[in-house]
């Protein structure tokens, strides 16, 4: 199986296990409803969420680094934003403090930002999301034939999001192989170190989208007609169950809200 992010992992976890579209729904409502709770103490119930999530799609910690990296410039970013602009009050003190209580607040809550759509991505192979996708949007081009063509576009960039890793991971292993040295000074030489990375993989990626358009005309692809899918897509009750939890905690999250 493909994976977006380029792994080749085939698990068997229960999270793995689940239907794309309930996957879809319910990692959506545990994003929502992390960013609707206002309570420190909800907010690290979600995070013991993550984490019980994380161990059951058998993620390690080399994925939960990978996570990290990904995550930790927006974290600086946002903390510190809070610490050199807290809000205003008498005591400068207690405007530093309630900064820091500020910046630990809206950092975790970004941490499961990213944390519950990694989930989603690292358990969800790129057949089985496009299919989710299309599901998605054959409902609501009962709507708009818009959906329609704004689903071969997600498609195609998710595929070109994909291929474009794999491209630069090959390029930089063949200069690597070369002798280049990436252990550039400076950053006017990281700059241009990037550029043997940078030229090849634009004009690969052009020609791939030449025969990608080409390949399409050919076939006769018309935006509008019903399209079917190798990819079939069966609930079962643990999609369900799932579905219902989600929801669940994404009514609880509302409701603690409306009524803190």
């Known amino acids: 199986m493909e994976y977006l992010w380029g792994s080749r992992f085939k698990g068997n976890s229960p999270i793995h296990q689940l239907n794309g579209l309930s996957k879809l729904f319910s990692f959506g409502c545990f994003t929502v409803g992390s ?3 206002k309570d420190f103490t909800y907010l690290l119930a979600f995070i013991g969420l993550f984490f019980v999530l994380f161990f059951m799609s058998n993620l390690g910690g080399n994925d939960f680094n990978k996570l990290i ?12 934003v ?15 403090l309630y900064g820091c209580k500020n910046g630990i607040f809206f950092t975790l809550r970004l941490f ?19 299919a989710t996708i299309e599901k998605v949007s054959g409902f609501l081009a ?4 818009f959906f329609t063509d704004l689903n071969i576009i997600i498609i195609l960039s998710l595929r070109f999001i994909f ?23 400076g950053l006017i030489s990281k700059i241009k170190g990037v550029i043997p990375i940078f030229v090849p993989t ?24 019903r399209r079917s899918s190798m990819y079939e897509m069966s609930f079962r009750l643990n999609d369900i169950v799932f579905a219902v939890f989600s ?10 809200r409306l009524i803190g």
């Open 202 to 225: 634009f004009i690969s990626t052009m020609r791939k989208a030449e025969r990608v358009a080409k390949a399409l005309q050919i076939r006769g692809y018309n935006p509008g007609a």
């Open 69 to 80: 990296k990904r995550f930790w410039f927006f974290a600086l970013i946002t903390f510190l």
């Open 112 to 130: 499961l930002l990213f944390a519950f759509p990694f989930i989603l991505l690292e358990t969800t192979s790129f057949e089985e999301l496009r």
């Open 163 to 185: 291929w474009i890793g794999q491209e630069i991971e090959e390029i930089r292993e063949a200069q690597l192989a070369r002798g280049i040295n990436w252990k550039r000074k």
């Open 35 to 37: 960013l609707v709770v």
């Open 247 to 256: 929801f669940f905690i994404l009514f609880m999250s509302i409701y603690t």
């Open 82 to 96: 809070h610490i050199i602009f807290p809000p205003g009050g008498e005591m400068m003190r207690a405007r530093v």
């Open 142 to 145: 009962r709507i708009s034939s």
